[in-house]
């Protein structure tokens, strides 16, 4: 699973959006680097939801130059584009650099590898993309936009970068992720555990205020079931997912809460297994020619046509 936020060592979900201050942006960086050593042993979800992305891509006439992974995590998602546009040069962006060494794969000969795919890793906030304007033909983005808690700086900022005729593909998480670890907090205290996420409609509207065009947002639900609530929990540390909350209690959480928490989980229990569900949102659109210039200017475009002979 991408990084998304949560418990006190978890991820959670939630309804409404979120403001820019919500999240403490470095913290969630730091559990994002703490987990690269294991990101890709529990990163069972994200493999799954970008697999369905690429299906997606394969009914999308596009022959790009450059492409880029914008939260690239462990890199294993730019590999499998570089596979898929041969002719291509794939940028690997990532705002934790554990990541990108987990992705260029620490050993020489991996390195090695990773440079013959053609993949080049960069060190930085989606939301401050270090490349020229119209520079890329697609951006893809898997499971990290939401680690914004306001996405709408990294959409503009995916905008300014693409080509005209450039192509947005991107999946995060929605309000019903992890619903039933949440609704389970809630009964041991009140405190902010989790993270609320945006819903896919306000994610269109976002992606029509940037001066995107033809936006598609559509979502799913995915459930994973695991043995117990302390299996979650170690996955989604494991993943980078922690409680990343600005206003979130510091230190550790009480016995007493932890307990209400997994008795309340346990009501959920079927078939021997926990639930938990992950709202998966999906949005692709396209960067149309511009209507304004830079100052401001509306553009106006002729079409001539020579006049026929005789």
């Not at 906030?125 to 680690?147: E, Q």
Request: net charge positive; hydrophobic share 45%.
């Amino acid at each position: 699973m991408r990084r998304a936020p949560g418990l006190d060592g978890a991820a959670a979900a939630g309804g409404a959006a979120l403001s820019p201050a919500a999240i403490d942006r470095r913290a969630a960086r730091r559990a994002s680097a703490r987990a690269a050593a294991t990101y890709a042993g529990a990163a069972v979800l994200a493999r799954e939801v970008e697999a369905r992305m690429r299906e997606r891509l394969q009914y999308i006439k596009l022959a790009p130059q450059r492409v880029l992974d914008a939260g690239c995590g462990d890199g294993d998602g730019a590999k499998r584009l570089a596979e898929i546009y041969p002719q291509a040069q794939l940028l690997g962006l990532d705002s934790a650099y554990p990541m990108l060494q987990a992705a260029r794969g620490g050993g020489a000969w991996l390195q090695r590898l990773f440079a013959r795919e053609r993949v080049a890793c960069l060190c930085a906030d989606m939301a401050a993309l270090p490349l020229p304007a119209a520079s890329v033909d697609l951006v893809w983005s898997n499971l990290a936009l939401h680690c914004s808690g306001d996405p709408l700086p990294a959409l503009k900022e995916m905008q300014r970068v693409l080509r005209v005729g450039g192509l947005l593909m991107f999946s995060c998480y929605g309000p019903d992720t992890l619903k039933e670890l949440r609704s389970a907090f809630a009964a041991g205290d009140g405190a902010a555990h989790v993270h609320d996420f945006i819903d896919m409609h306000d994610l269109g509207d976002m992606l029509s205020t940037c001066g995107y065009a033809e936006p598609v947002m559509d979502m799913e639900l995915i459930t994973v079931t695991y043995a117990d609530v302390d299996a979650l929990i170690k996955d989604l540390r494991a993943s980078g997912q922690v409680n990343a909350l600005a206003g979130r209690r510091r230190g550790l959480t009480g016995k007493g809460v932890y307990r209400a928490t997994c008795a309340a989980y346990e009501q959920l229990r079927r078939g021997g297994s926990l639930p938990a569900s992950f709202e998966i949102v999906y949005g692709h659109a396209w960067k149309p020619q511009p209507r304004v210039s830079a100052d401001g200017r509306a553009i106006i475009r002729f079409e001539t046509s020579r006049p026929k002979p005789g």
